[in-house]
């Protein structure tokens, strides 16, 4: 029963492997409510007014949040090389020198500030643009983390001297993000499963990335429609290592491993 009710709350699959940790992780929230079986949490979750602040609880403990900072690094040389080059040399010709990037699956944040540096990086001879990147999560303790953008040194393996130099600032236990970058990212909490999204105005690039892995295919196919939706023309979708979009090529081009383009 608790895998209905997460997966038609979130999408997410939850797999028999998954189940012990799961056990494990809302035993934790029968002890701090004072129940005693699962049945009675169920009830309290569905049946009792205040079950609905408590379906944010059990969200965050089923979500899977394993991020890196430049996670899958090619995405990043793609973006840096390529993507951006073609962004700037376009809008210099038309005059349009917006940029918006959806971090769609953010966690604790280590995906959005590492856009948010190639873009610092790239646009820093190119006055005038506006750049900026939603990231978006459903679970609300690794937002709140985000937004914090403290991490610890470990963490920071990944980050390249030259940047951690110019975006993080050190303390006594780790790192904190730049204003630079923390003025370029905005996190919200955005369920996929909503049957509509509240942005306005469409993106040139979306991540989503290492998130579809926990959706069934009929979930996956109806997020991928209304990323869809929200690119703009021959926008770029970036998906994770193990992901594809192979089965709507109607609507998804492949360019390149884990990189697709809006039809
Ligand atoms: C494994 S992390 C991936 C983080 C990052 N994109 C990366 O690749 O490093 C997956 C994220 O997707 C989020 N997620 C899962 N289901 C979601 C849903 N229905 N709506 C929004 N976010 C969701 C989880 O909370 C989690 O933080």
């Known amino acids: 029963m608790f895998k209905e009710l997460i997966h038609r ?15 494990a992780r809302l035993s934790r929230r029968l002890r701090a409510l004072n129940l005693d079986t699962f049945t009675q949490y169920y009830h309290y979750l569905t049946e009792n007014p205040a079950g609905a602040s408590e379906i944010e609880n059990l969200i965050n403990r089923v979500t899977t949040n394993k991020t890196d ?8 040389d793609f973006l840096k090389d390529e993507v951006l080059p073609a962004i700037i040399s376009k809008g210099e010709a038309t005059g349009n020198r917006r940029v918006r990037v959806w ?14 540096i190639i873009c610092a990086e790239v646009f820093k001879n190119h006055r005038g643009w506006d750049v900026k990147i939603l990231a978006t999560d ?19 393996i990944p980050v390249p001297g030259e940047y ?10 780790g790192y904190t993000v730049s204003d630079t970058l923390k003025y370029m990212v905005t996190f919200r909490k955005l369920n996929f499963m909503n049957p509509s999204f509240p942005m306005k105005n ?9 998130v579809i892995i926990y959706f069934d295919q009929p979930t996956k196919i109806e997020l991928m429609n209304k990323f869809h939706a929200h690119l703009k023309p021959q926008g770029l979708i970036f998906i994770g290592h193990s992901e594809s979009l192979m ?9 390149k491993h884990t990189v697709y383009q809006k039809v």
Do not use: W
């Open 69 to 76: 900072f430049f996670r899958e690094v090619h995405h990043f």
């Open 138 to 156: 459903l679970d609300t303790e690794v937002l709140q983390r985000a937004s914090h953008g403290h991490y610890p040194t470990q963490s920071l």
């Open 9 to 23: 709350i979130s999408g997410i699959y939850l797999s028999e492997q998954k189940k012990k940790l799961v056990v």
């Open 164 to 173: 951690l130099a110019k975006y993080f600032v050190r303390g006594m236990d």
């Open 103 to 116: 971090s769609a699956g953010c966690s604790t944040g280590e995906e959005p500030y590492s856009i948010a």
């Open 202 to 210: 469409p993106f040139d690039i979306i991540f989503c990335r290492n």
């Open 247 to 255: 089965s709507m090529k109607e609507k998804f081009k492949y360019i």
